[in-house]
DNA sequence: TATACATAACATGTATACATCTAATATAAG
DNA sequence: CTTATATTAGATGTATACATGTTATGTATA
């Protein structure tokens, strides 16, 4: 055996060193849970979104290392990457806190998801289909019939439903990811404020007007009537100072309080 | 010293629980160039972006490591961030790599950023000074400049600095952050392409007509000077398939490869 | 030569100890 | 009693060792 010295060279094997992730480890739904990191995140950011952390409390990562039975590190990888969804707010030596809604970003946000959308439904105008359009109709049924339930949770569910059916007619599927996120600091502020009188009936009207515009290939009608609903969201927002004003970030310049008014 | 069961005593300090980061600890440029995890992201960030790393290319966390002089620990903190951008891709137990960019993601990111620019520009056209006016033209101007001298560094950055002062005239600035973010993709991948014979010439006059729609106080006018323009970009996308293939992800759905024609 | 399998290097994932800074409390001074 | 200062609990930031999985490589086999 003349070779043995082939053992003990040293074998260095040099990974691929400009290789696109090709090997692709996964292959289909290989990742249920995903890592102690991932399982984390995802809780953590589901209990800020639903509110059930309210904005400005304190996270302390030694209590979520022991309430999920893991160390500090996967615990902090979760909360970089929600403190980069702006859902957390890390003070660097003093403390991690549950994201506030910043003032300023609400009015914004109903613009840009009122932008995004009215892009979005002209482009469903020009291609939908008449089994989209009357699918359409029917999450507008079923969002009138949690209307006339008082169902409040029934009819957001379907009011969801009906704008990602938009989305997913117009086919930018990208898209609807970043209006989900612009939406996110929208949607917690609802779940804050009572809802108003009337509301329910006005946005089911608003819908069938949008569906109208779908329906006769109308691009600029739907578009517009698009725009007009998500703006009757500008009306809630003046009621910020009232409520709990530790939830939010009160950095809005008043000058700008009146976001577009047509 | 009767008291001397005081020191004694466990001195709990129960921290304020639900608290905003009210005490604000650092107050102005406290931050400088923060922690090593920020110092780490900021500089990866930037090769990233500059394609000074392409994309596919294998990251090495020890390598960084002894690169930046810091442990695993700042090294994969920045990392977390990063990938929550999409900038880098991360393989669970395989590899981390430079983002590639994903193909379908460039019609989409056109058509959001033009829907958002639109909505800026409108807002522009209706709240714009005379002086602000002034500077955009000494932007244009500016841009001409580079153009006859064709500079194409100083031509983007004039380029930039337009759509920048455009929003910031709109007065959205979370809005300017969204639409760096979706821009991200597609400033990368123009870096790739080679420069287009007769573009920047276009772009000038186009630059041009949006403002002129600014200055007539025409939103209308200049929201559809401002989508015509973006749309140009849609030309570029159609020489996907000869560059370099490893650069990207290509889940690009063909028949949607033909964005919005009008 | 081509293929299947075993092995180990090397990547990321996690746990833990320590460093550093903040901020609340105790203490002293006015 | 009010204010200023010192102290220290407790939070996040970092370093390091170990766990776990992937994947290149070596080896045996047909």
Redesign the pocket.
């Known amino acids: 055996m003349e070779?043995t010295s082939?053992?003990a060279r040293?074998?260095?094997?040099?990974?691929?060193q400009n290789?696109p992730?090709a090997?692709?480890?996964?292959f289909l739904g290989?990742n249920k849970k995903?890592?102690?990191?991932?399982?984390v995140r995802r809780k953590l950011r589901e209990d800020i979104i639903s509110l059930k952390l309210v904005p400005g409390t304190?996270?302390?990562?030694?209590?979520l290392?022991e309430q999920?039975?893991?160390?500090?590190?996967?615990?902090?990888?979760a909360?970089?990457r929600l403190a980069e969804e702006k859902l957390v707010e890390?003070?660097?030596?003093?403390?991690?806190?549950v994201g506030r809604i910043p003032l300023s970003s609400l009015p914004e946000a109903i613009i840009a998801r009122s932008a995004l959308e009215a892009a979005m439904v002209r482009r469903a105008a020009q291609v939908a289909t008449g089994s989209q359009i009357t699918t359409l109709k029917a999450l507008l049924e079923q969002q009138q019939e949690a209307q006339i339930a008082s169902d409040r949770n029934a009819f957001h569910y379907a009011d969801d439903l009906f704008h990602t059916h938009i989305t997913r007619i117009a086919g930018y599927p990208g898209i609807w990811e970043l209006i989900l996120q612009v939406r996110v600091q929208i949607d917690r502020y609802r779940r804050l404020t009572l809802p108003q009188e009337g509301r329910m009936q006005r946005v089911v009207e608003e819908h069938a007007a949008i569906i109208a515009g779908i329906e006769q290939g109308n691009a600029d009608l739907a578009a517009q009537n698009m725009t007009n609903h998500l703006m009757q969201l500008r009306i809630d927002l003046e009621t910020f100072h009232d409520l709990r004003p530790e939830y939010f970030i009160h950095d809005l310049d008043l000058k700008n309080l009146d976001p577009t008014p047509n």
């Open positions: 070779d082939n053992k040293a074998r260095r094997r040099p990974r691929a290789a992730p090997g692709e480890a996964m290989a995903g890592s102690a990191s991932e399982v304190l996270i302390n990562e030694n209590r290392t999920f039975g893991v160390s500090r590190t996967p615990v902090r990888e909360i970089q890390v003070v660097p030596k003093s403390g991690t806190y």
